[in-house]
């Protein structure tokens, strides 16, 4: 008896379908702007080529790539997608290829697979991640609680992200689930107004909301009321006065509007202005001003003086009504540190929570396209330099090498002279690994430190770098020592110098950068700045930063480091496959020479992160694991733990600088087991109530500290059986009792020091 099958037939795999609808370009003259649009089961890659080859066709790029599938489970075909092309206007020109853009094609893709017909160029159709999902579920649930005590009240929440979090276009998905029809977003950085209204009107989610702003034209008196509207401007437009201190007349509409949500968007709490005046302070007085203003907009300094002693009073102070007010910002260290919010109040997603989803989501879904692919992993590297170096540029009470002596100089343009020029042309050989005395020690050791331009692994991320300098003589005469005979290492670099008038003000000074970048694959440069470009402006192909300046706050430091850390990829690099990225920027680098002074910025900026962290290591140990820290001390480079960390940032510090540097965390505890210690030992409460203003502070104040906490606690440990009133009351008692224990350590840290 013959068999008519053998087992494998009988048990054959059963065939893989995928619908897939695909568009691709020829690029020549006969197909310029025409776009071939077919459906496919197999491998769109596979199955263009098949049909290419005959014809020996391969100038030909795979623009789109998407399911066929409806959001109910049924498919649509390539007809269906051409058919609604057509029904919009575009030409069909003959059989499947069509005189439309890929935008076009993702427009009608989003209404075929939700039914929906869309206004203008919505096409996007990705939904939240899982953290933005949780900020919208944690903001509209406080602000509901607020609600349910008092429907009059008004909420406030803060979202403390870092960029690229994508708080644009999360905000709005809080706005929709909230139901709210007047949004009303004010802004201390004009600039980026462009991200509010690509996101409104690209997202499917949001078709027939109305963006408006002063450059927008249109007359907000004439909107469609019965339909959602967002309004953007900045504070000194918007909240500014005319000279005899009237509301400016084409902004009387505004406070008529009785707003759902009212979002301030790059607050910095005040910061502001500490951080512009840091940032530029290298600049000339005048650009300095201009730029000041241009990043934080004209006339702000009333406005923030009012906003940082505001609190939760916003409703008194601003001339206008709203239900919410939605904080959001990168770095506010200032609001967490003075407790204007709670932990209820507040949403995080820092850099080490981005770093951490980018792993996980590479050991979870391995295969998958990451999301947080592109944003490349930071690294410190620091570098103690010669000693000969460090004798010409020491100050500070412990020694430090001076980056602003040591760069020190004079005069702009061609007459521009370092001060200690043969000293910076010892550090320019420094960095490069060709420093002599240096190199004898190397032969000796066996060893060869990574100097950043001599180590192969980090040459090619310093293909594109920015040298942060202190002023803009340091900036002229760097560019002028660069170009010089003798230093021929340097001349394969183009030198751009962002500083100073003639760089032109705000994005002026891109163009320049951009021009000399290029696509970036083939060029080098360096860009010379002292504070221009240091914030928002990204520049993909920027792969390192040299700090040659000192900086005194964490917020100013990282805000100039995280010019490096914007994503650079290249979606479909071979043009056959639209969801592929290739990640060209998968690290990048901060170097400093200032050893102790840049352990000392990282280890605020860790604790900044995490002010509900008692631990400083802890802190530290957190943001470390995703910022590695190496450390050349003269004569090897290691890696540095939190701990070595706070050891080399506080190496030689006073115990009264301690005490102010850590606001007493190391010092002066007043967790309630240290208090009680101090309640039951006499000696140390006749001490404690010596001290002036003390008694101000109430009776017994320790141990209703204590009492307090420990209710608190117990509360919050059965807070899903708290009734609405019994959370208020939660909610005050902790920020009462918090205020106090702030109180009683602001009181020990001054009897300390």
Not at 76 to 88: G, H, N
Not at 725 to 747: A, G, H, I, N, S
Request: aromatic residues 10%; charged residues 25%; contains cysteine.
């Amino acid at each position: 008896m013959v068999m008519s099958k053998t087992i494998e037939e009988i048990l054959a795999p059963k065939p893989e379908a995928w619908p897939r609808i695909y568009a691709y370009s020829i690029d020549d003259k006969a197909h310029a702007g025409l776009l071939k649009v077919g459906q496919t089961t197999r491998n769109v890659k596979l199955r263009v080529a098949e049909q290419l080859k005959t014809a020996g066709i391969k100038n030909y790029t795979i623009a789109l790539d998407e399911s066929a599938e409806r959001n109910d489970g049924s498919l649509f075909s390539d007809f269906d997608v051409r058919a609604a092309l057509v029904r919009r206007g575009f030409e069909k020109i003959e059989l499947e290829w069509m005189r439309c853009a890929v935008a076009d094609v993702r427009i009608v893709l989003a209404e075929l697979r939700t039914g929906q017909r869309f206004s203008g160029t919505h096409h996007e159709t990705f939904g939240m991640r899982r953290e933005q999902a949780y900020a919208v579920d944690k903001t509209f649930d406080y602000y509901h609680s607020i609600w349910a005590e008092n429907r009059n009240a008004v909420p406030r929440f803060l979202w403390n992200a870092k960029m690229r979090f994508g708080k644009t276009f999360t905000a709005y998905q809080l706005a929709k689930k909230l139901g709210a029809r007047r949004v009303l977003v004010l802004t201390f950085k004009p600039a980026v107004e462009d991200a509010w209204q690509t996101d409104l009107e690209s997202h499917v989610d949001f078709d027939g909301w109305q963006y408006l702003s002063r450059s927008s034209g249109s007359d907000p008196t004439q909107i469609d009321r019965a339909q959602p509207v967002v309004y953007f401007g900045s504070f000194q437009d918007l909240l500014g006065h005319d000279a005899a201190g009237n509301i400016k007349p084409n902004n009387e509409w505004l406070h008529t509007v009785n707003w759902d949500l009212v979002v301030f968007d790059e607050y910095h709490f005040g910061a502001w202005r500490e951080t512009a005046k840091e940032l530029f302070e290298g600049e000339d007085e005048a650009v300095a001003k201009k730029e000041a203003k241009l990043e934080y907009a004209t006339g702000l300094e009333k406005v923030n003086e009012d906003l940082t002693v505001l609190s939760e009073k916003e409703a008194e102070f601003l001339p206008i009504t709203t239900r919410a007010f939605l904080y959001l910002s990168g770095t506010p260290f200032r609001a967490l540190a003075t407790g204007e919010f709670i932990e209820e109040q507040i949403f995080n997603w820092t850099y080490t929570d981005e770093q951490r989803a980018k792993e996980a989501f590479a050991r979870t879904t391995p295969g998958q396209r990451n999301p947080y692919g592109a944003l490349p992993q930071m690294r410190l590297l620091t570098y103690q330099m010669p000693d000969e170096l460090v004798a010409i540029a020491s100050a500070g009470e412990f020694d430090e090498f001076d980056l602003n002596e040591f760069f020190a100089a004079t005069g702009t343009g061609k007459g521009a002279q370092f001060k200690h020029k043969s000293d910076v042309q010892k550090w320019l050989d420094v960095i490069r690994g060709g420093y002599a005395p240096r190199a004898v020690e190397h032969l000796k050791t066996g060893t060869r430190p990574p100097f950043p331009y001599s180590d192969v692994r980090l040459l090619p991320y310093l293909q594109h770098a920015f040298w942060f300098l202190p002023n803009v003589a340091a900036c002229h005469a760097m560019a002028k020592l660069l170009a010089e005979k003798h230093n021929t290492f340097w001349h394969d670099y183009a030198v751009v110098v962002a500083a100073g008038s003639s760089a032109g003000i705000g994005l002026e000074a891109l163009l320049p950068v951009r021009k000399a970048i290029g696509s970036g694959f083939e060029t080098k440069t360096i860009t010379l700045s002292c504070g221009k470009l240091t914030t928002g402006v990204t520049v993909p192909q920027w792969s390192s930063i040299l700090m040659l300046r000192n900086l005194k706050s964490p917020e100013t430091y990282f805000q100039a480091a995280f010019r490096v850390q914007s994503p650079w990829s290249i979606k479909n690099p071979n043009g056959d496959n639209p969801n592929e990225e290739e990640i060209l920027k998968p690290v990048c680098f901060v170097f400093d020479f200032a050893p102790t002074r840049a352990l000392r910025q990282i280890s605020e900026y860790g604790i900044g992160l995490s002010p509900n962290e008692s631990n400083p290591e802890n802190a530290v140990k957190d943001l470390v694991s995703f910022l590695p820290v190496l450390a050349y001390d003269g004569a090897n480079m290691v890696q540095i733990d939190a701990g070595g960390i706070l050891d080399i940032a506080m190496a030689g510090t006073s115990a009264t600088l301690l005490a102010r540097k850590w606001e007493s965390a190391l010092l002066v505890n007043v967790d309630n087991d240290t208090l009680r210690r101090i309640m039951d030992n006499p000696e140390a409460m006749a001490a404690v109530e010596r001290i002036e203003g003390w008694r101000s502070l109430g009776d017994n104040i320790i141990e209703t500290i204590i009492n307090k906490s420990e209710m608190v606690k117990e509360l919050k440990n059965k807070a899903k059986d708290l009734s609405a009133r019994e959370k208020k009351q939660l909610t005050d008692e902790e920020r009462e009792y918090k205020c106090k224990r702030k109180m009683v350590q602001e009181k020990l840290i001054k009897f300390a020091t």
